[in-house]
């Protein structure tokens, strides 16, 4: 599903945010980003707040625990698992106070979960290996997870009164197709995953959270080169990515993007520094390798209004609560001049 959920000109930002304070970056987000508020992440709460963590309190009747190596499945839930859902309905009721607080509905709202793969890989089974190696295992992961989002979208709407638009995080694929996960002993690597199987439980979980949400899906990947081809195949209604990453990109890469624009698919092109770069940045600097994009693909510059969503380049976790504010304020200015360029850019 490719038709756009968001108004024309709407920014929003990928999921993560420095700090600790849910209430407060809830009420940033509403205050910076009006149009396309997403629900903070605030991994700095420690365990249960990473993408893993969060994602993991959705699934329905699968628990996971904390071990050295990091989220283990566990026979019952325990302390890791309840914290993790704890800290997700803390997130809810921000959000809910958030929205109060600004008086208005939002047009839509966007939630942030691990993709399937990702999931698969950052989760161990009882003997150490990762969910991704047993297809039974992963399969079950996959369903439980539909399960526990088809609850989690229920509730975030109830909450808002806004539609919400799904956003899968797969920072973990490209190892996974490339073969690049370690085993447990960590002398070798878990073989590479096929394109085609990558790609039919993408579908599977796509078309899933569609079913739940009648909104596109958003697959994101700030890895060099994501795969943006095998994205679309698997049905992404959008695909986010990191834009500074496409600096010496060869043609084909380049047409893949192009592809993706002319079948209809939305880009969120992630133009603004999720860190502070230590040098002042003007809106025409952030936005004018978008627009050199467009015109080097021969498209109309009206595009980016219509099939691009600017975000900052990743997750913000790692910024200043001062440079997070102007990097969403700057997202928002991008935002509003893909929709009316000015005339001397």
């Excluded at 698992?81 to 966007?110: C, F, M, N, S, Y």
Aim: glycine residues 10%; negative net charge; contains cysteine.
């Amino acid at each position: 599903m490719t038709e756009r959920a968001w108004p024309a000109g709407a920014a929003t930002a990928i999921g993560s945010m420095p700090g600790t304070d849910p209430a407060e970056a809830a009420a940033v987000v509403f205050g910076e980003l009006p149009d396309f508020p997403h629900v903070p992440e605030l991994p700095a709460r420690g365990v249960g707040a990473d993408i893993l963590g969060r994602t993991a309190a959705l699934l329905v009747d699968l628990a996971v625990e904390v071990v050295p190596s990091g989220y283990r499945v566990a026979a019952h839930p325990g302390h890791e698992h309840r914290r993790g859902l704890d800290l997700l309905q803390w997130d809810l009721d921000a959000i809910q106070e958030a929205k109060e607080k600004a008086g208005v509905t939002p047009p839509v709202i966007k939630t942030q979960i691990a993709g399937p793969w990702t999931l698969g890989a950052g989760i161990e089974l009882a003997r150490g290996h990762r969910v991704l190696t047993d297809r039974g295992a992963l399969r079950d992961f996959t369903s439980s997870l539909l399960d526990g989002l088809a609850q989690h979208v229920r509730e975030l709407t109830a909450r808002t009164g806004a539609p919400v638009v799904v956003q899968l995080d797969e920072p973990s694929l490209p190892a996974v197709l490339a073969g690049g996960l370690s085993t447990p002993s960590g002398y070798g690597n878990v073989p590479a995953v096929p394109a085609p199987d990558v790609r039919n439980l993408l579908s599977t979980v796509i078309d899933g959270i569609h079913r739940v949400t009648d909104q596109p899906v958003v697959v994101h990947c700030c890895a060099p080169r994501p795969p943006i081809s095998l994205f679309r195949a698997a049905g992404a209604g959008a695909i986010a990515f990191d834009f500074s990453l496409l600096s010496g990109s060869p043609a084909a890469f380049l047409d893949e993007i192009g592809e993706a624009w002319d079948s209809g698919t939305t880009l969120f092109l992630g133009l603004v520094p999720a860190t502070d770069p230590g040098a002042p940045l003007t809106l025409r600097d952030i936005a004018a390798p978008a627009f050199k994009l467009v015109d080097r693909l021969g498209f109309n510059r009206e595009i980016l209004a219509e099939r691009a969503v600017p975000t900052p380049a990743c997750g913000m976790a790692s910024a200043t609560p001062d440079w997070m504010r102007t990097a969403l304020s700057l997202v928002r200015g991008v935002g509003n001049a893909f929709l009316e360029p000015p005339e001397t850019w």
